[in-house]
């Protein structure tokens, strides 16, 4: 099962800056070789690090209203793994041992803040996810020089969500930017085809 995630923080290094906003979406393949995609899991987080202005201002954060919903880590943690772990035991896992694989847009820089956050919580990302991860980022870069997909479509998430007429309103907002990695990849994943031979 793919887990599409999205942060946002209060700033680029994750041993210096907060995690602000966690959002996860969970997708699985069906019998019928479609994406199915499942409900959602968001949280907006107590900073424990320190978040900056031109941050605030990119993700349209205002700190004081943030703070009146944030959860404590350790109990956004806790609730976060039930999440998980209700995924990992319904039907839709064959393999009840099998490790989510982490799918987003640069995928290793939200890694990189939810490990320390899980470690402040006694735990290890590597507990739920597989190490191999999933970059559409990448994937969509490659299909650009490739030809397949045209240099209109850069520009980041917005670029190929544009180029796609997917609906993207909420941009930097961690739920509206999972949500647009799972159209871009539902796509990729109907429309794209190679065949090594």
């Known amino acids: 099962m793919y887990i599409v995630v999205d942060v946002e923080t209060g700033g680029l290094n994750p041993e210096e ?5 966690v959002a996860a979406v969970p997708i699985w393949k069906t019998d019928t ?3 199915h995609i499942g409900h959602p899991w968001y949280a907006e987080l107590q900073p424990a690090g320190a978040v900056t202005v031109s941050a605030l201002q990119i993700n349209n954060i205002n700190l004081d209203v943030h703070m009146r919903t944030a959860r404590r880590l350790d109990e956004a943690h806790a ?3 039930n999440w998980l772990t209700n995924l990992r ?14 799918v987003g847009w640069n995928v290793r820089f939200d890694a990189s803040f939810l490990q320390p956050w899980f470690q402040a919580c006694n735990d290890d990302l590597e507990h739920w996810f597989s ?7 990448a994937i969509v870069s490659f299909l650009i020089e490739k030809g397949d997909i045209p240099t209109s479509a850069r520009g980041g998430l917005r670029g190929i969500a544009a180029h796609l007429n997917i609906p993207y309103t909420n941009p930097h907002h961690a739920l ?3 949500f647009a990695v799972v159209s871009v990849l539902t796509h990729l994943w109907r429309n794209v085809t190679y065949a090594v031979r």
């Open 17 to 21: 800056h907060a995690l602000l906003t």
């Open 33 to 35: 070789n479609e994406l």
């Open 79 to 81: 609730d976060f793994c």
């Open 89 to 102: 035991t319904s039907s839709i896992m064959h393999d009840k041992a099998e490790k989510f694989t982490l």
């Open 131 to 137: 190490y191999r991860m999933l970059d559409i980022q």
């Open 176 to 178: 509206a930017d999972a």
